[in-house]
Each structure stands twice: as C-alpha cells, then as structure tokens.
C-alpha cells in the first residue's frame, strides 16, 4: 500500500543521507536480482556481497538463486542474521527442526542459547577508511532513491505523516521512549488502550520491520533499564510475555514458526491450521475493508488502518475476530491479504501467525473467548472518542448510542445529523446470532 512505500522511502532517504555523511552513497538498483546482480557483479567488479539472512520462503529462494550466481561469478557472500534476535535455524535445530508451538517452549530453548548476542557497533568514518564509492554523475539518474509514482503508487493516496521511516526516526523514537524508565518497567500489553488517541504501544514495529532499527538494539536498551532500576521495581519490572522484552519474545515466537512450518500462510498444507469451512462473501469482506459493517467500534479501526497504516494490538484483534469466527465467518487469510496491504509494519511472519490465532485456527483455541465490537471498546473509551475521531459522521451521536448507532431513536440521529441505513450503514450481521452460530461452527 501506498503509506507503507512512503515509509519505505523515507528509510532510503535516510539511508542515503547518512551514507553521504560519510562520504559515500545508496546506489538503488532495480529488477529481477537474477538479472540485476550479474550486471551489476560486471559493472563494478565485484568481489564481496553482504546481506542480511532472510527467513521468509519466497527471500529464501531469492537469496539462494543470487548465492548460486555470485559463485558463479567468483563474488565472495557473506550472510549475517541480524534480524532476528536469534539465528531461527539454530534455535529449529535445537528442537529437533520443529518449530516451538508455545511461547514457553520457545523460552525453554532460548535459556539454553543464553541471551542474544548484542548489536555491532555503528558504522562510521573509520570503518569505511580505504573503502570508496566512485560516484559518478549518471548514478543521481541511474541509482536514485525511487518516486512513489515510480513504485506504481499514487501520492494522493497517502494518509498523515505520522510515522515518517528511517533509521534516524528510528533511534528519536527509541531514545524518547527509553526516557520514560517507568513505563518501561511497568509495560504490560494487555493493559495497554487500543482506543487511546496517542498510541498506548512504542509503535517501534515499522521499523523493526524495515531494519530501521535492530530488534537487538532495542532489547539490549531495554536490558540497561531494566537491570537500572532494579532497586526500584522488584526483580527489574514486568516480565514476559506481558513486558516489552516479552513482545520481542513474540516476534521471535512468529518468525520460529514461519521459519519452520510450511505453508506457514495459508490453510490448506499448513500442518498446524485447523481446516475450516469459512463462507466466500465479497460484499461482507469489502463492508470490513472499508469500514462499513455498520459497528462503529470495527469500522473506526479500519478507518485508522486505512489513513494512518498503524493500530493497536487489541485493536487487530478486534477486527480480525469480527471478520473470522466471531462474526462473518470469512477466511484469514483474506484478513491478512488486506493487513499487508495497509499496515506499516505488514510482515509476513508476524501477520500469519497472528491471523492464525485470532482466527482459532492455530496456538488459540478457546473458540469461546469472541470479542463484542459493542462491549470491548466501551471497556477503555466509554464516551467513544475513538469512534468520534476516525468516524466523524458519529461524532454527534450521544455516548449511550455511539457503539449502537442503530439502536437509538429516530429524534435523536436526526439531532446527531446522521440517519442510519442512509448516512452510516445498519449492521451488516446482527452481532448476538451470528456469534453463537459461528461458535457452533468451531466447536
Ligand atoms: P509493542 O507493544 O510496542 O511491541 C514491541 C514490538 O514487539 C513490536 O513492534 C513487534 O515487533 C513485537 N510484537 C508485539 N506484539 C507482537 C505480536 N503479537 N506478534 C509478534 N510481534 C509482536 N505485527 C507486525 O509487526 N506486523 C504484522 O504484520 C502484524 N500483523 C498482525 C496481525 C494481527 C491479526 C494481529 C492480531 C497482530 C499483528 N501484529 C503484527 C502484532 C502486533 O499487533 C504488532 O506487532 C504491534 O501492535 C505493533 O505495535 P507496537 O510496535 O507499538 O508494539
């Protein structure tokens, strides 16, 4: 999607930039890798190529094809896990080349590896003593950081820049996070709002996803403040799965798994998937992509997903119970298709694996446990102030009828200035019925 390129973008630019700091530059090339590096090994007269170990099937064979060509052409390859905190093939050898299926499991191994290896130094001048970038004047026309309308996106279709990308965002936003040490030692994510107009998480997952910032970056700060204040906070503060080294813990407990099961995002040849019969119904799934189910707590969060590209944690698993088995009854898989479209930090990993658990189909199977998208909102925004901003159609609604818009009487939606069925839709499913069917359904 168009707000998750401009962060890519963002990223180059800095990237760039800092480069140039140093008395060198990014050089972008575009194509089929196949096509693009024997070129370029010719053009430049390579030697060494360095890159980073990519866990994701389609990466993996990408990379294994360029590994094979630079052979060919007698270039050195380097490969070095970094974006993990730990090297994924390491911890699947250790139980016996299965992925772990609980988090406990997973830290079960981890003690045995010890703490992950700590960040190599920044790059800086000295590193780059004798090394030399030819920069030529075609290569401002030939290599530059490419336009969104070069990457087929329209510019119109970005939303507020609320999260510009980079390396240097990156760091400003850690540094200013690491600052609130009590926030830190007393972060427990399932306390955290998903109604909360300024996000009540780091938000740090855009650039974790782009390698803006190392995942080892940031639990190694989180480890000096938690060891900082142990006087303080008993034991250094909360700890996994609910602390902030605990969510990292879960990005590792997601890659583990796409890493080590096949199919990892689809149903079918997926070992670990529950195979369900889910309904094909475009109207409903459009209704949930653009925000007109007509619950406005659902349709808010979509409308935060579609403009801005980021939302809260619970947030997602509203909306991805609403679409699955709580309400509609449709594919996961199609929830995740439009997630890595409009999502900032859409990672392959990660949004699989949390599709298959919200959805029941894999990890979770209290089928039982569904979400209102009446009730779980109300629970942190009574008064709705989260639907007021992101559905303003709404906004006059009083705070007794804002999550059931449909319930309140005619006298009052004409003062709000909205009628129901013309302005703002009427519920697509009666939310009481379809959740005891589909609970049938999975049982
Ligand atoms: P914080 O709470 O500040 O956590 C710090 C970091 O820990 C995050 O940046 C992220 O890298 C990691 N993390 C936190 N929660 C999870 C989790 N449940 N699973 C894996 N890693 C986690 N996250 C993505 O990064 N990309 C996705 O494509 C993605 N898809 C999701 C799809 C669904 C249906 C659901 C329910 C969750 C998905 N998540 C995804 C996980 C989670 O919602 C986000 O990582 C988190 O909300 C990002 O916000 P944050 O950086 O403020 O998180």
Request: proline share 7%.
């Amino acid at each position: 999607g168009a707000n998750a390129r401009r962060f890519l973008l963002d990223s180059l630019w800095d990237l760039d930039g800092n480069l140039r700091k140093m008395g060198s530059r990014l050089l972008v090339a575009w194509g089929c890798p196949q096509e693009v590096f024997p070129r370029l090994f010719h053009a430049w007269r390579t030697t060494r190529l360095t890159f980073e170990v990519d866990t994701e099937p389609s990466a993996r064979r990408r990379d294994a094809a360029v590994a094979e060509l630079a052979a060919q052409h007698g270039v050195e390859v380097i490969q070095e896990v970094s974006h993990t905190l730990y090297d994924t093939q390491r911890v699947l050898a250790l139980n016996d080349g299965k992925a772990p299926l609980t988090y406990k499991h997973l830290q079960k191994l981890l003690v045995s590896l010890g703490p992950p290896e700590k960040p190599v130094p920044a790059l800086t001048q000295e590193h780059l003593q004798g090394c030399h970038t030819l920069c030529q004047l075609s290569h401002d026309t030939n290599y530059d950081v490419p336009t969104l309308e070069e990457l087929g996106q329209d510019p119109n279709e970005v939303g507020p820049h609320l999260y510009p990308g980079g390396e240097t965002a990156a760091l400003a936003r850690l540094d200013t996070l690491m600052e609130k040490t009590t926030w830190v030692c007393s972060f427990k994510k399932p306390e955290t709002e998903p109604t909360s107009l300024i996000p009540s998480t780091t938000v740090l997952s855009p650039h974790l996803k782009f390698g803006c910032l190392s995942v080892r970056t940031f639990w190694w700060r989180l480890d000096e403040i938690y060891q900082g204040v142990r006087w303080l906070f008993w034991g250094g503060g909360e700890k996994p799965p609910v602390s902030l080294h605990g969510q990292l813990l879960w990005r590792e407990f997601f890659y583990m798994a796409g890493a080590g099961i096949p199919n990892f995002d689809r149903m079918v040849g997926n070992p670990i998937c529950l195979q369900v019969n889910w309904d094909d119904n475009p109207q409903h799934l459009h209704a949930w992509r653009e925000g007109r189910t007509g619950y406005p707590f659902i349709d808010s969060i979509m409308t935060q997903l579609r403009t801005e590209g980021w939302i809260h944690h619970l947030a997602r698993h509203a909306v991805a119970c609403f679409l699955t088995r709580g309400d509609l009854w449709i594919s996961w898989e199609e929830g995740l298709k439009v997630f890595e479209e409009l999502l900032l930090d859409a990672d392959w990993s990660l949004n699989a694996g949390n599709w298959l658990w919200l959805s029941g189909s894999a990890f979770f199977h209290r089928y039982f446990h569904v979400y209102s998208p009446v009730a779980f909102g109300k629970k942190t925004d009574q008064d709705g102030a989260y639907i007021r901003k992101y559905l303003p159609i709404l906004k006059d609604f009083p705070a007794e009828y804002i999550y059931e818009p449909w319930k309140a009487p005619r006298a009052v939606q004409e003062r709000a200035g909205c009628l129901v069925g013309t302005h703002y839709p009427q519920p697509i499913v009666e939310h009481g019925v379809v959740r005891e069917r589909n609970m049938g359904r999975m049982k």
